[in-house]
Nanobody
Framework: QVQLVESGGGLVQAGGSLRLACAAF????????MGWFRQAPGKEREFVAY????????YYQDSVKGRFTISRDNAKNTVFLQMNSLKPEDTAVYYC?????????????????WGQGTQVTVSS
């Protein structure tokens, strides 16, 4: 079992930055790939970013490429999402997820554990 706790959300103006963190508790964090997803009101949950267990492989949704960076610190059992040049359309609840994911990283069903989410609101 893995417990995930997100932090770092908040209210920011368009063009600003936020850094989300997801702390993992329980089983060996470094054996899991990690993902960030988001869900805006009235919309389905969507993939944002993925990082492999080693941190050597990352993938991003096209709309966040060049603006968001996913990273992890296995010594601290934490994964991060650095979000720059934020836009109002980035407003959503952001969730981190963990799983033994080797393919289909963009699909939520591939992940076994989820955090409770953190709200990100970008004002125009």
């Amino acid at each position: 079992q893995v417990q995930l706790v997100e932090s770092g959300g908040g209210l920011v103006q368009a063009g600003g930055s936020l850094r989300l963190a997801c702390a993992a508790f329980g089983r060996t964090f470094s054996s899991y790939a990690m993902g960030w997803f988001r869900q805006a009101p009235g919309k389905e949950r969507e993939f944002v970013a993925y990082i492999s267990w080693s941190g050597g492989i990352t993938y991003y949704q096209d709309s966040v490429k060049g603006r968001f960076t996913i990273s992890r610190d296995n010594a601290k059992n934490t994964v991060f999402l650095q979000m720059n040049s934020l836009k109002p359309e980035d407003t959503a609840v952001y969730y981190c997820a963990a799983g033994q994911v080797y393919s289909g990283y963009q699909f939520a069903r591939q992940y076994d554990y989820w955090g409770q989410g953190t709200q990100v609101t970008v004002s125009s």
